[in-house]
């Protein structure tokens, strides 16, 4: 499926039969439960969106919380923005196979999806929405390939995305 609405593309990530040394393929491949991935940039407005369907369809989506090993800022919470973890913590799941999904983001930044996180999305009978970077997209999609709808959010402009970015108060301003 592909497509372009209002700076919005869909479209299959690929999906090959191969993977990186770092992530595995899940026992449940042959799962009969969708997924739901909204993928952009950092200031793209994935988390709006995200949080626009999820309000939405409340009884038919919920939102997969990802795992971080950074730090949390502002207001966010431990178990409801983010899983948040130690770095020793999070290597150890990574080892016992827990993810479905990680990489190092930043230098000693770790983010990914947990497992369980989909398995208990899926027992309350609802489908997981993940707000996550590119590279974890095509790392589900390549375990789900059948099930999975990644949606990738295309900023307005570079521009636009800097200004974004800057404004958060979160981000250094790099030449």
């Keep these: 499926m592909s497509g372009h609405a209002r700076g ?3 479209q299959r990530l690929p999906v090959s039969s191969t993977f990186g040394p770092n992530h595995q393929r899940l ?4 799962h009969p439960h969708k997924i739901i991935i909204i993928t952009a940039p950092s200031g793209a407005g994935k988390t709006s969106i ?3 369907l999820l309000n939405q369809y409340a009884n ?3 939102f997969s919380i990802s795992a971080a090993t950074r730090q949390p800022r502002g207001t966010e919470r431990n178990g409801v ?20 999904e990680w990489e190092m983001v930043y230098d000693g930044k770790y983010y990914g999806t947990l497992k ?23 790392h589900v999609q390549q375990q789900f390939p059948e099930t999975t709808l990644s949606i990738f959010i295309e900023p307005p402009s570079v521009d636009e995305l800097k200004r ?7 981000e250094t301003d790099i030449k």
């Design 60 to 62: 038919k989506l919920a």
């Design 8 to 10: 919005v593309s869909l």
């Design 27 to 30: 026992s449940l491949q042959q």
């Design 164 to 170: 974004r970015l800057m404004s958060r108060g979160t």
């Design 81 to 100: 923005d983010y899983h948040f973890m130690s770095v020793e913590d999070f290597t150890t799941k990574i080892q016992a196979g827990d993810f479905v």
């Design 116 to 138: 369980s996180e989909l398995e208990r999305i899926w027992a309350d009978g609802k489908t997981p929405v993940l707000d996550i970077d590119v590279k974890g997209a095509i």
């Design 50 to 52: 995200t949080r626009y």
